[in-house]
Every structure is written in structure tokens, then in C-alpha cells.
């Protein structure tokens, strides 16, 4: 039976509160409480514990406190008060139990009811929290470019300074000439809508500080811009190469990417890129940004590679015959002609022969390359040929337009001229002895080697009769080199005169700079030579993709050659656009890049300056989108 009964009037002495202690505690500091109520105690009490059960609102909560619930009998008043310390000591919640039988089940009511009530509050906060938030997330927008925006004005304000009247902002700014009246007219504006009663004054003042560069842009050139400004800021009032870029740049991408079919399809990109930009810089990844940000980059590498694909005559390594063959295959085998029925079983490559009536009409073809070579088993010699000495001639131009534009950020007579002469004596004749023996009529067996021709001429070797290519060629190599070779060392007189410090000094200091320009001139010459290289690849590439691929399924003539075909043609097409378009666009893009920063911009380009950054809310929005 019970120790005793709490409901009798005689037994009010022994409460429940008098005879155990009931209490909740963290389930992590239960061992140690345990263990100093038996050290304390020495067993004189009777503990049980159990592990709370956690509520289904304690399961949502991540990182939810365990808790146990623990119920102590003991005897005695004094060992009573020194467990209700162990248990404060221990951050225990002790609680009060009912004095009668029908008390529990009205407190249990009551904290139902409670729990209730709370439930109802926390479901009305979250109702009303997402309220405030779905009214304050449609102006998240607003509030954060207006921070920004605040921002952004208060550092640009820390960087003013206060007038001794401390009633004035001082502040010293890089403006470009042309918006100064408009800079005049913003300040007498903002004055006015403030209700200030001081005019702002504005006056251009000397500085001994290098200002910054500003180059303005827009959507069209921002893309170039930024290839410039990747390898360096322009130093203040240097030539900006970014203008010439945007022509250079996408055509020497089209020479080792030229390809009619892959260049149209290119710009089509290029074009629906641009018509959907505003959709797509939704997006906000990086990709995207990249690529609406160079879509005119992209237009324009398109377009030039339609063009040199026209020139070279390949679509997808295949040749257009628009204007119609100069060269006639029937015409040897006329009935007195050198080829019969006979020789086609007898030899398995036979070359066209221009003196035979009807064979050759006597004019080149109308634009580009003429579409028999395509069938020409001497093709890829030809092409190598025509390619390489292409890129020889181009890189050459480019290199002395580069010097050419030096003129206006470097000394005329001490360093533009000598290099000009420089370039013109040495490559500049290589271009011409190229373009001479195009022009002349010359059999190819005789032909003299232009590489034989220009060792030779470097050490006056001339016993051979095959290493002329014209009367008098032995009289105009020495001039060059004579003008060469005084032209390099002419810099040092004027040096030495008007630095007045001694001869062998600047001896030395010209003689390493210029090993070193002529070293980089003849380096970055044959570095030009990848222009021909990568054409090559491309179309060896191509050729090989439709041999392998599409020409398989054009051969095949049983039923199931139409599936086949679309089979292989989608295989093609993943291989085209994967394979050619973006790996060998990107190699390309890459080299074209390199050909720009090292062989042209190292010729006249110093690129030590530092950007132009006025305060523009359009530039910090765009920024940190």
C-alpha cells in the first residue's frame, strides 16, 4: 500500500513535496549529477530517470536540446535542501507536484490548453512573417541598388576634404576635358535642387601626377576594349590599339579558321546571341556573361571566316565551282591529246598539262582558290605552300604596322626609323622576292628557293646559278645589308652625346637592345608562321570528319541507308559544332590573341598605365549583379 494516503486529513505532514523532488535536467549533465548525489548522499535517496520524449515541434527544430526527467525520494528536511542546491548547482528545472489526486489532470488540461494557445501565436507569427516578407521581397530589389548606391556616394564623399570654415567640400578629380561643361552643369543642377545658396566651383588645375586612361566605348567596342586592356591599361594619351583590333583581330582568327560552312554557322550563333541578350543575361553565370559580352567578337570571327573560307574555297572541306574551273580534264583526251584509255589503267596520277589546247583557259579563277585543286592529289603541297608564305606576308604587315603606329608614342629618329629600316631591309624584301616570284613565270624545277636565296644572302654566297632570281640581285643585297647594319648602331652617337656618360656604356646598353629587337623581330616572324599551321589542322580536321563520318552514310544504298544517313549525320553535326567550331575556335581565338598581346602590341604598346574609374551606377550595379 501507499507510504501514505494525501487525501485523509491526518496525513497532511507528508506532502508529495515533502517526500521526493522532481526535476528535468540535460541529458549530458546527468552522470556527473548523478554521481555527486551518491558521494554526497551515500545512497540515502532512491533516483530514477527516463529520456524526455521529444515533440514533433522539438523534432523541427535543428539542434534541439535532450533532456531527461528524474524524480528523487528522499527523508529528511535538511538532505532535502542540500539536493534542491545539487540541483540548481547541476542548471536543473525542478518543479512543484500536485498536493491532491485530481490536481494532476487539471494541470495536464491547463497545459494542453497552453500549448494550444502558443501553437495559435507561433502559426499567426509565421502567417504575418511571411506577410512582411512577401510584401518587403518585392522591393529587395530597390532597397539593395539604393544601398549600393549610398554606399558607393558616402566612399566617394570620404574622399573629399573638409575647408577650414567646415563648411565646404574640397575635391580633387580626374575628369576628361570633353565632359567638363558637363560636370559644370551637373554641380549648378545639384546646388539648385539642394536649395544651397553656394555655387560649386569648378577649375582645371597642374598636377605633376600621371592621369589616368580613359578610353570611351561602347557595346560594340567594349569587347575589343577589354582584350587590350587583358594584357595592360594603355599608358595616359598612348595610342589605343583597340580600334584596330576590331579588324585585325577577327581576321587573323579567320585565317587559321577558314571555313565557309563553319563560319556561317558561327554567325548565325553570333546573330541570335545578340538578338536574345536581354533574355540570356537572366541567366547569371559566367558562360553567359562571356558570351553576350564578345557576341560582336564572335560576329565579326564569323563573318571574316566566311570570307577566307571564300578565298580558300572550302565549306565543310568541300570546294564551290561557282565561277566554273579554269582548268578542263577533257581536253586531255582529244583524240591526238596525251592521255587515252589506256594511260588511265597504266598510271594512277596524272598531271594536267596548261600547254595542251583547251586545258587551261588561260585565266585564274575568279575569286578565291580554283576548285580543281580539290581533286588534285598535290593539293596539300600547294596549300602549304600558298599558306605559308600567306602568313609570312601578312605577319610581316602586321608587325610593321605596329611599328608604324610606334611613331607617335616613341622618339622619331632614335628609335622608330631604325627599326623601320630595319624591318623594311630585311623582312620587308622577303615579302617582295614572295610576291616577285608569284608574279613571274618561272618552271617550278628551276624555280630558286626564296630560304636558299636569303642564307646566301647573308653570307655572300653566290657561286650558284640557281640562287638568283633576278638580273642584278648581288647588287642590291649589299646595299641592304650595309643600310641594315649602319641603321642598328645609329642610335648610339646621339645617346652618348646628349647623356654625355661614356661610350663603352652606351655601346653595350644599344648593342643588347638591339640583339634583342632583331631576335624578336626574326622569333615573332616565325611565330606568324601559326597561321598556316592551325589553317591546316582545321581543314585536315574537316576533311578527315566528313571522310570518316558523313561520307560513310552517303555511300551506303541498301534500305537501311536513310537511317543510317541521319544516324551519322547527327554524329557529324555534335562532332562539327564540338570538335571544330568550339575546341579548334577556341585554339584559334587563343593564337589570334597571342599574335595581337606579344608581336604586334610589343612593338609600339607599353600598357603601363591604370584604368579610369569614375563613380557610375550603371558600372556598380552591373558589377556586383
Not at 265 to 294: C, H, P, Y
Not at 541 to 546: H, K, M, Q, T
Request: with cysteine; glycine share 6%; aromatic share 14%.
Amino acid at each position: 500500500g501507499p507510504l501514505c494516503d494525501i487525501t485523509k486529513p491526518g496525513n497532511q505532514r507528508c506532502s508529495p513535496n515533502e517526500l521526493f523532488i522532481a526535476g528535468v535536467i540535460k541529458q549530458e549533465r546527468f552522470p556527473a549529477f548523478e554521481k555527486v548525489l551518491w558521494r554526497l548522499f551515500h545512497g540515502n535517496f532512491v533516483l530514477r530517470h527516463a529520456e524526455m520524449q521529444a515533440t514533433e515541434e522539438l523534432q523541427a527544430v535543428r539542434g534541439a536540446v535532450k533532456k531527461d526527467v528524474f524524480i528523487i525520494f528522499v527523508q529528511g528536511d535538511h538532505v532535502r535542501e542540500k539536493i534542491r542546491k545539487v540541483c540548481e548547482g547541476f542548471r536543473a528545472s525542478l518543479y512543484s507536484c500536485p498536493k491532491t489526486l485530481y490536481e494532476p489532470k487539471q494541470m495536464s488540461t491547463s497545459v494542453m490548453t497552453q500549448m494550444e494557445d502558443l501553437r495559435m501565436i507561433l502559426r499567426r507569427t509565421e502567417e504575418y512573417r511571411a506577410g512582411v516578407l512577401t510584401r518587403a521581397a518585392e522591393h529587395v530589389q530597390e532597397w539593395g541598388s539604393k544601398v549600393k548606391k549610398m554606399k558607393a556616394i558616402y566612399y566617394t564623399l570620404n574622399l573629399c576634404n573638409i575647408d577650414i570654415t567646415q563648411k565646404l567640400i574640397v575635391a580633387e578629380i580626374w575628369c576628361p576635358v570633353s565632359d567638363l561643361t558637363l560636370v559644370q552643369s551637373a554641380l549648378i543642377k545639384g546646388s539648385e535642387q539642394s536649395g544651397s545658396s553656394v555655387t560649386p566651383v569648378l577649375n582645371r588645375i597642374q598636377t605633376q601626377q600621371t592621369p589616368p586612361t580613359f578610353n570611351r566605348t561602347n557595346t560594340f567596342t567594349e569587347g575589343f576594349q577589354a582584350i587590350i586592356d587583358a594584357y595592360g591599361v594603355g599608358t595616359y594619351q598612348e595610342i589605343n590599339p583597340a580600334s584596330y583590333t576590331i579588324v585585325t583581330f577577327p581576321f587573323l582568327f579567320a585565317v587559321m579558321f577558314g571555313d565557309c560552312g563553319h563560319g556561317l554557322v558561327m554567325t548565325l550563333f553570333a546573330v541570335w546571341v545578340t538578338s536574345q541578350a536581354e533574355s540570356l543575361r537572366k541567366w547569371k553565370n559566367e558562360l553567359t556573361d562571356v558570351v553576350i559580352g564578345g557576341r560582336y567578337i564572335i560576329l565579326l570571327m564569323g563573318m571574316f571566316s566566311i570570307y577566307t573560307g571564300l578565298i580558300y574555297n572550302d565549306c565543310f572541306s568541300k570546294s564551290f565551282n561557282i565561277f566554273g574551273s579554269s582548268w578542263c580534264v577533257l581536253s586531255m583526251f582529244h583524240p591526238h591529246g596525251p592521255w587515252q584509255n589506256e594511260t588511265l589503267h597504266e598510271y594512277h596520277h596524272l598531271q594536267l598539262n596548261p600547254f595542251v589546247p583547251g586545258v587551261y583557259s588561260g585565266d585564274p579563277y575568279v575569286f578565291g582558290i580554283d576548285p580543281v585543286w580539290n581533286i588534285a592529289s598535290n593539293k596539300l603541297s600547294f596549300l602549304n605552300s600558298f599558306k605559308m608564305k600567306m602568313s609570312v606576308i601578312l605577319g610581316v604587315s602586321h608587325m610593321l604596322f605596329g611599328v608604324a603606329l610606334s611613331l607617335v608614342n616613341f622618339d622619331i629618329f632614335l628609335q622608330f626609323v631604325p627599326q623601320l629600316i630595319f624591318m623594311l631591309s630585311l623582312f620587308g624584301y622577303l615579302i617582295f622576292l614572295i610576291l616577285y616570284k608569284w608574279c613571274i613565270t618561272l618552271r617550278s624545277e628551276t624555280a630558286p628557293s626564296i630560304l636558299l636565296l636569303f642564307i646566301n644572302m647573308m653570307l655572300f654566297d653566290y657561286q650558284s646559278e640557281h640562287v638568283l632570281l633576278y638580273r642584278g640581285q648581288v647588287w642590291i643585297h649589299a646595299p641592304l645589308k650595309a643600310v641594315l647594319y649602319s641603321w642598328l648602331f645609329r642610335k648610339d652617337h646621339f645617346i652618348c652625346f646628349l647623356l654625355q656618360v661614356s661610350m663603352g656604356d652606351i655601346f653595350v646598353y644599344q648593342a643588347i637592345h638591339t640583339i634583342e629587337f632583331c631576335l624578336g623581330c626574326i622569333s615573332n616572324t616565325a611565330s606568324y608562321l601559326r597561321l598556316w599551321a592551325l589553317s591546316l589542322a582545321h581543314a585536315e580536321l574537316s576533311e578527315v570528319l566528313w571522310r570518316m563520318v558523313l561520307q560513310v552514310g552517303l555511300k551506303i544504298s541498301s534500305g537501311m541507308g536513310s537511317l543510317m544517313l541521319v544516324v551519322l549525320f547527327a554524329a557529324f553535326a555534335v562532332l562539327t559544332v564540338t570538335v571544330l567550331l568550339i575546341m579548334e575556335g577556341l585554339s584559334a581565338f587563343l593564337h589570334a590573341l597571342r599574335l595581337h598581346w606579344v608581336e604586334f602590341q610589343n612593338k609600339f604598346y607599353e600598357g603601363s598605365g591604370y584604368k579610369f574609374t569614375p563613380l557610375s551606377f550603371d558600372s556598380l550595379l552591373k558589377t556586383q549583379q
